[in-house]
Each structure stands twice: as structure tokens, then as C-alpha cells.
């Protein structure tokens, strides 16, 4: 999934100098009590400031898109950090508005904030500014996926699959048994969390369209259009 390769490029560059966990965390609408959390760690040899911005991440589109919240339906306390070095702080989230028509998703950005430092006020300084990123799916249980295959191509030794997400709730690859029915009579299946343990996993968002690339252990050794592919829970 797109969004998530955007949140691994910038922890990435973040994770020697910010621990954060959990990074990806879920909301129930339907319960306006529930209180999630996730603990930001400050590993730098210096006192770091972070804003955070919330941003809602659209997936209707060939690319993710993300609009930022100036009123969010997610409320985030605190909502500005300050951390010596060494120190901890737990931030946690809650949904404050109606319950919404289908499964959500959001970004949580810590933006770090330059600081003075007031003993070399005078001195030129130069400072990497990084962000992190936590993710937040807001899921109600009653919201189901509905995955239909819209398109299929097999070579060699992987299959390319269109997937539409038709439903109101999301839902992961890793969810789902797979089999890809070809031809001459051969069947690739893959279990639930299979592919998931070789690197191999998509999110799909309500109303969203994601390519899948599957792995073949053996080559089919043809060309095969539109295979037959099964996705079952």
C-alpha cells in the first residue's frame, strides 16, 4: 500500500532519533469513550519540539491523497511535544464527531519545530527537521470489504490482480485465502497470512482500487489473460 511506504520513508529517517509505538493504531466511531495511545521516545543527543497535524488520506484516487484537518475529527493531546533527551510522552486519540459513513483513515504528523538555543544564540547552527508519521483507521464492526477481482494477468513467475474494494470497510490482503485457477488445470494458493510472511500485503480502503503483484513459486511458462482468481475469508 502507497500510504504505507510514505509512513516507512519517513520513520525511516526518524527511527534513530524517535521510537514511536505503536505506529499504526484503530478507533471505534461508534464508541466516543475509547482512548487510544501511542508513546513518542526522544533518543536524540537534544531536546526536540514537535506540532502535530492530522491529515485524512483518500484513497478514491489512483495516489493517496491527504487533506489536512483544521477541525478533526480525531482529537490528539497533546497537541504540541516538548522532549529532552531521554524522555517519553504518550499521546492518545479519540473520535469526536459522528460516526462516519464508511471506514476512515488518518495521518497523525509530528512536525519538529526548530528551538533556539539560547548558549550559542550567536553561533550559525544547522538542524534537520524531520516528521513522523502514525496512522489511525477508524473502523466500525458493523462496515464489511467487499473485494471483487476486476483484473488479472499472469507471466512467467508472478500475477498482476486489479482489486476493488466495493464495501464500507476495509480490509488487508493477509485477511483473505487466495487461488489463481489457470488454463491448463494449475492452481497457486496462498493462505491467510501467507504472502503477508514474504513481504506481500495490501490495504485496501472502502471505494479504493489497488494493484496486487503475487509471487509464483514455479513459472506458469505461458502468458495466461484474465486467470481465474479466488479471494475467500
Request: hydrophobic letters at 40%.
Amino acid at each position: 500500500m502507497r500510504i504505507f511506504a510514505v509512513l516507512i520513508l519517513f520513520n525511516s529517517l526518524f527511527c534513530t532519533a524517535v521510537e514511536v509505538s505503536p505506529m499504526v493504531l484503530s478507533l471505534d466511531p461508534t464508541k466516543p469513550q475509547q482512548v487510544t495511545y501511542s508513546t513518542i521516545h526522544n533518543v536524540f543527543n537534544r531536546e526536540v519540539a514537535f506540532d502535530i497535524e492530522i491529515f485524512e488520506v483518500d484513497f478514491s484516487g489512483p495516489e493517496p491523497m491527504f487533506r489536512y484537518q483544521e477541525n478533526s475529527p480525531v482529537w490528539v493531546f497533546p497537541p504540541t511535544l516538548l522532549l529532552h533527551r531521554g524522555e517519553s510522552q504518550r499521546i492518545q486519540m479519540r473520535w469526536v464527531s459522528e460516526a462516519p459513513s464508511l471506514d476512515k483513515t488518518y495521518q497523525i504528523s509530528l512536525v519538529e519545530q526548530p528551538l533556539l538555543n539560547s548558549a550559542n544564540a550567536s553561533e550559525p547552527q544547522l538542524t534537520m527537521l524531520l516528521n513522523v508519521n502514525l496512522i489511525v483507521h477508524v473502523h466500525q464492526e458493523s462496515f464489511l470489504p467487499e473485494l471483487v477481482v476486476e483484473k488479472s494477468l499472469c507471466s512467467n513467475y508472478s500475477c498482476e490482480i486489479t482489486v476493488a474494494n466495493n464495501g464500507k470497510g476495509a480490509a488487508r490482503l493477509s485477511e483473505y485465502d487466495l487461488a489463481i485457477q489457470f488454463s491448463h488445470q494449475q492452481i497457486a494458493s496462498f493462505k491467510k497470512q501467507q504472502l503477508k510472511a514474504t513481504g506481500y500485503d495490501v490495504f485496501f480502503a472502502p471505494q479504493s482500487k489497488q494493484q496486487v503483484l503475487i509471487p509464483l513459486k514455479d513459472s506458469v511458462n505461458a502468458e495466461v489473460i484474465s486467470p481465474d482468481v479466488a479471494l475467500s475469508q
